[in-house]
């Protein structure tokens, strides 16, 4: 399960149905915020990605 939430198509399907049910519900969110809502989403899911593989030891060559 863990895996499935890291695949980036699974976050691109789950955004373009959150944007369609916003337009269908009446509700218009300006292509720039979608935009930057994503982007800030995307980034964390990078930066949380990073933070869960750090160990905090270095490595000897």
Sequence with gaps: MKERLKDPFLWAG???LLY???NARGIIVPP???DLGLDIISYACIGIGVASGYTGKAKKD
């Design 14 to 16: 789950v955004s373009g």
């Design 20 to 22: 369609q049910l916003l």
């Design 32 to 34: 720039d915020l979608w």
